[in-house]
């Protein structure tokens, strides 16, 4: 009620009602970042309230230019570029004006990984190979993989044919993937034996079947009998290479383990 009067003995009264409008508030939060080839980003405000008749939002890049803007609670953005970039959002209302907030966006780079210095055809007889990709730290999947961490790879568990080894490589929020087919051809079964052997022990035969390759690495001083003399290398895990070439001209590698002991 609200009285007006010039005289306390003639007082005039009236009445009328009004609004108090709660003013706009918003607030964005942190932000998760997103992959460089995202399509339709959309941006949530984590907390808004009061009275807000248009929501306009902008993006920023390093230098403060405007690159999108965009109206609405759900705007949909898309990205080409990676980078670190100012989001903010305006909250308008008719009555009682604009309030802002920003957020910085991190738009992550995508890193596609390869497969590299793979042998195209194993030996079903061939020793496990361990497979080499960059950037390291992703998962191997494919038959005949026994290691997915390390990208070990056995021919010897697979039939004849090809098979497709796939590299995924997840570096936050961008997942690539990566695939090549290796070829696995038959071949004579090597059968070779680890040992083990004292330092000052007299040289010694390494045991494989069938016979007829070559041996090479540290130790060997017979390189078609295998004649090992642990006396040659350090003490510790030592490995030989036993190369043989079957009738189908495929050659078969195989790690023969030594322990050396002193």
Do not use: H
């Not at 609200?2 to 003995?9: A, E, G, K, Q, T």
């Not at 009264?13 to 970042?33: A, K, M, N, R, W």
């Not at 997103?34 to 902008?58: R, T, V």
């Not at 070829?183 to 680890?194: G, K, L």
Request: include cysteine; aromatic fraction near 8%.
């Amino acid at each position: 009620d609200y009285i007006l009067s010039d005289n306390p003995d003639c007082p005039a009264q009236d009445s009328f009602s009004f609004t108090i409008q709660e003013g706009p508030f918003v607030e964005l939060g942190e932000i998760d970042p997103a992959c460089e080839d995202i399509i339709d980003y959309n941006p949530e405000i984590s907390n808004a309230s009061g009275d807000i008749d248009l929501l306009s939002w902008a993006i920023c890049n390093t230098l403060g230019e405007q690159i999108f803007t965009a109206t609405g609670q759900n705007p949909e953005l898309n990205f080409s570029q990676p980078g670190i970039y100012q989001l903010k959002v305006n909250a308008t209302s008719n009555e009682c004006g604009t309030v802002s907030d920003a957020a910085e966006l991190i738009i992550q780079e995508r890193i596609e990984p390869s497969i590299t210095g793979f042998q195209n055809l194993y030996c079903q007889g061939s020793s496990p190979d361990t497979l080499q990709a960059q950037p390291q730290g992703g998962e191997w999947s494919g038959d005949g993989i026994s290691d997915s961490t390390l990208g070990i790879f056995d021919p010897s568990s697979l039939n004849p044919g090809n098979y497709e080894i796939t590299y995924a490589f997840d570096d936050g929020v961008c997942a690539s993937v990566s695939s090549q087919i290796i070829e696995v051809v038959a071949s004579q079964m090597v059968s070779i034996q680890d040992t083990f052997a004292c330092y000052n022990a007299s040289p010694f035969n390494l045991v494989v079947s069938p016979i007829g390759g070559e041996f090479i690495g540290s130790g060997i001083i017979d390189d078609v009998s295998g004649e090992f003399d642990p006396s040659l290398v350090e003490p510790g895990v030592n490995t030989v290479n036993y190369l043989y070439t079957d009738a189908n001209g495929c050659e078969i590698v195989s790690n023969i383990l030594i322990e050396v002991d002193t």
